[in-house]
């Protein structure tokens, strides 16, 4: 069996810095080398940035971005298996404002996990799961709890192509309470669910819409309570909190303070009533 090596090929001084930083951590034998430099035989895959791949010439090539090494570690490990065969991934995710998420191997044990900033941000993961991980099948299970971001993360999953399941979500939260997303995500993952075949619809009721004002009337300081149209935006997620708040408080022409705009994570595309 060939040696386990990875090869670090940037002129990116800043991508070099944390790549090479993130391997020695976990003592993963590394060359560095320049675009064009031979690479030796005993390199299995190879780490650089998205401007330089094409000109690297390997088999297995991993695009990396300064500041954004989201399940590198994991995606390292699966490039560098002897076999070529494509292996599944769980890919588990528990909603909420700023939804959990989990990456389980064929054998079950966890590879990557971590939290995204919005509902519709699982849709870049996706993305980079699937650059990451290009020779495994991708399946992703959405937790059953709450309803209209569950349905948000699953209308932002469906395009990208991969299988896309509700898992019933009892049991993998403790008493009720999201006290660690990413182990209800993992506990998601390992549920299988039912294949959902198309865009969710987004049920809104009116509770949930006067939820959003309340919260809107004490970020605000008591200034003003934000028109329903907007509070069924922010549920939507096509508005943020804190656009909605400014676009408001332009429409009468008062001033929002500061120290109430950044409460409750207002630019979170999620409506803020559950901070993770």
Same mark, same amino acid.
């Given at each position: ?5 990875? @090869? ?31 690479? #030796?035989? $005993?390199? /299995? *895959? ?7 791949? #094409? $000109? ?57 996990? @971590? ?7 699982? /849709? ?17 299970? *959405? ?8 349905? $948000? ?33 993992? /506990? ?89």
């Amino acid at each position: 069996m060939r040696d386990r090596w990875v @090869g670090l090929v940037t002129r990116d001084p800043v991508l070099y810095g944390e790549v090479a930083a993130f391997l020695r951590e976990r003592r993963i034998p590394t060359v560095s080398l320049l675009p064009g430099q031979r690479i #030796p035989s $005993r390199v /299995a *895959v190879v780490v650089t940035s998205r401007e330089e791949a #094409p $000109r690297v010439l390997h088999p297995r090539v991993l695009v990396a971005s300064p500041g954004d090494l989201t399940a590198l570690g994991a995606a390292l490990r699966d490039a560098m298996h002897e076999d070529s065969a494509p292996r599944g991934l769980l890919v588990g995710i528990d909603p909420g404002p700023r939804p959990g998420y989990a990456v389980l191997g064929p054998t079950g044990a966890c590879l990557a996990e @971590g939290v995204v900033e919005s509902p519709e941000a699982v /849709a870049a993961l996706g993305r980079k799961l699937s650059r990451g991980f290009p020779r495994a099948h991708l399946t992703f299970r *959405v937790g059953t709890g709450d309803h209209l971001r569950r349905n $948000r993360i699953v209308n932002a999953l469906l395009p990208l192509g991969a299988p896309v399941e509700l898992a019933n979500e009892e049991g993998t939260t403790l008493q009720g309470r999201r006290q660690n997303d990413s182990l209800a995500a993992k /506990a998601i993952a390992a549920t299988p669910g039912e294949r959902v075949r198309g865009q969710e619809l987004l049920r809104i009721t009116p509770g949930e819409v006067a939820n959003v004002q309340r919260i809107s009337r004490e970020m605000s300081g008591g200034l003003f309570t934000i028109p329903r149209e907007l509070a069924t935006s922010v549920l939507e997620g096509s508005t943020t909190m804190a656009e909605a708040l400014e676009r408001t408080a332009k429409k009468l022409g008062v001033t929002l303070p500061e120290a109430h705009t950044r409460r409750r994570g207002g630019s979170s595309r999620a409506s803020p009533p559950s901070a993770t």
